[in-house]
């Protein structure tokens, strides 16, 4: 006797996306194709799994990522740690520099797909995620930063969001980051008694990661911290002012907050979170900044970089709530037949219409009318064609408008010769 298999389940916070759902996934997808194109990016592809030092060097090892929630395994065959990207931004980068992208002009590039973490699911955090990441190679200057923020901008305009609110900073250059970092430290040792577990070890480590904080016992001191904002330099602040009067020109609103630091070590200069108050906890839907230092740090020619990163189920979660999902047709044409002959005469329509750019579904098997009437209903076409022996002995189709709102008795089914029928449903559907 065989034992039972137990069910299988999807992976906690690995989720599956259903037809009905997927459908609005390809929406919004084919949206940002056509944003990205009006500013001039390019689609790039890079491997899920990396060289897990890509990331340790890239992110940083002191952060959130790295410490506690990439997905890193041991290669069995060459015994070599492997990581499955837990974001986009270093494996961009790497493959710039593998190439050699940026050998005769900067690049313009993006990506969409799957990022792994694994941390605890909720709304709008999951172990598998996905992101749209936007990355300017080789281009500096306080303009391609504020264009990167405007385009976020249009973004929510064309998907009919509001109450999106963009806050930005500057993290300034690494001398004044040190000068910052001292004076930050000093601060810490002043008030070791009030920090948790991770605010003492990121103490010496990374400082400014501690005033990310989300301890409300920690919150007061955090804000009475130095403000890297108060370090920078002439060319630091000319560069943020230079962003900052972009935005303006663009008429887009901005609030400073001089305790952003984002969650990756690779940052410098100018970071930027657009953050919401509608998807409970995780208030940040797009996020990113200047990274001048990464390409150097990843082994190539140094070169200034500037990208930002946006979670698509957050930004769905976000966009379903000013625009409701409404379910996508399975197709156009539903073709119901009764006998053998109409079947096989179905199956050869079918090919006509797509020949001409129209989706079809022919019912399969056999069925009454009344069952494939019911089906075709429910695929939400626009049109069903009948075939059955009284039709193809008189050479003709009956078509039935099953969407039409405009219909009378004498148009909401129709008799169309077959020679006449693919043309006819053509111009119907279009």
């Known amino acids: 006797m065989t034992q039972a298999f137990s069910k299988v389940t999807a992976i906690r916070g690995m989720n599956?996306?259903?037809?009905?759902?997927?459908?609005?996934?390809?929406q919004l997808e084919a949206l940002v194709r056509e944003w990205l194109r009006a500013y001039g990016y390019r689609n790039m592809r890079?491997?899920?799994?990396?060289?897990?030092?890509?990331?340790?060097?890239?992110?940083?090892?002191?952060?959130?990522?790295v410490e506690k929630e990439m997905y890193t395994f041991t290669d069995l065959l060459n015994g070599e740690s492997l990581t499955m990207r837990p974001e986009f931004t270093a494996g961009m980068v790497r493959a710039a520099i593998e190439h050699n992208l940026l050998y005769d002009r900067p690049q313009r590039v993006y990506a969409m797909g799957p990022v792994f973490r694994h941390e605890r699911p909720q709304r709008g955090r999951y172990r598998q995620f996905h992101q749209i990441d936007v990355e300017a190679l080789g281009l500096a200057g306080p303009d391609i930063d504020a264009e990167l923020i405007v385009m976020v901008a249009r973004l929510w305009k064309l998907l009919?969001?509001?109450?999106?609110?963009?806050?930005?900073?500057?993290?300034?250059?690494?001398?004044?980051?040190?000068?910052?970092?001292?004076?930050?430290?000093?601060?810490?040792?002043?008030?070791?008694?009030?920090?948790?577990?991770?605010?003492?070890?990121?103490?010496?480590?990374?400082?400014?990661?501690?005033?990310?904080?989300?301890?409300?016992?920690?919150?007061?001191?955090?804000?009475?911290?130095?403000?890297l904002f108060d370090f920078l330099g002439e060319t630091s602040r000319a560069h943020f002012e230079g962003v900052c009067a972009r935005l303006k020109d663009a008429g887009v609103p901005y609030r400073l907050n001089p305790r952003m630091v984002r969650g990756l070590d690779y940052y410098n200069l100018t970071v930027f979170e657009w953050v919401t108050d509608k998807l409970g906890a995780?208030?940040?839907?797009?996020?990113?900044?200047?990274?001048?230092?990464?390409?150097?740090?990843?082994?190539?020619?140094?070169?200034?970089?500037?990208?930002?990163?946006?979670?698509?189920?957050?930004?769905?979660?976000?966009?379903?709530?000013?625009?409701?999902?409404?379910?996508?047709?399975?197709?156009?044409v539903y073709i119901v037949?009764?006998?053998?002959?109409?079947?096989?005469?179905?199956?050869?329509?079918?090919?006509?219409?797509?020949?001409?750019?129209?989706?079809?579904i022919v019912h399969a098997g056999a069925a009454s009318f009344k069952s494939q009437f019911k089906r075709a209903d429910a695929s939400a076409a626009a049109i069903a064609v009948i075939?059955?022996?009284?039709?193809?002995?008189?050479?003709?189709?009956?078509?039935?408008?099953?969407?039409?709102?405009?219909?009378?008795?004498?148009?909401?089914?129709l008799s169309v010769p077959l020679d006449d029928l693919v043309a006819f449903l053509k111009d119907k559907v279009n």
């Open 337 to 360: 037949h009764q006998g053998d002959e109409a079947q096989r005469r179905a199956a050869l329509l079918a090919e006509s219409l797509r020949d001409v750019g129209l989706a079809v």
């Open 160 to 227: 009919g969001i509001s109450d999106v609110k963009l806050e930005i900073n500057s993290l300034g250059q690494g001398e004044e980051r040190a000068a910052h970092r001292a004076a930050l430290i000093e601060h810490l040792e002043q008030h070791k008694d009030i920090l948790d577990e991770d605010g003492l070890r990121r103490m010496y480590t990374n400082p400014l990661r501690v005033l990310d904080t989300k301890n409300p016992a920690m919150q007061a001191m955090a804000d009475a911290a130095p403000k």
């Open 46 to 65: 890079a491997p899920i799994l990396e060289h897990t030092r890509l990331f340790t060097r890239g992110i940083g090892e002191v952060t959130d990522i």
């Open 282 to 332: 995780q208030a940040t839907v797009c996020g990113g900044g200047r990274y001048d230092g990464l390409i150097e740090l990843l082994g190539g020619k140094g070169a200034p970089a500037v990208g930002f990163a946006i979670g698509m189920e957050r930004l769905l979660d976000l966009w379903g709530q000013y625009q409701p999902e409404v379910a996508a047709p399975e197709c156009e």
């Open 16 to 26: 599956d996306a259903l037809p009905g759902a997927s459908a609005r996934w390809e």
């Open 387 to 413: 075939l059955g022996g009284d039709e193809l002995a008189a050479g003709v189709a009956s078509v039935k408008m099953l969407r039409a709102v405009d219909q009378t008795p004498d148009t909401a089914q």
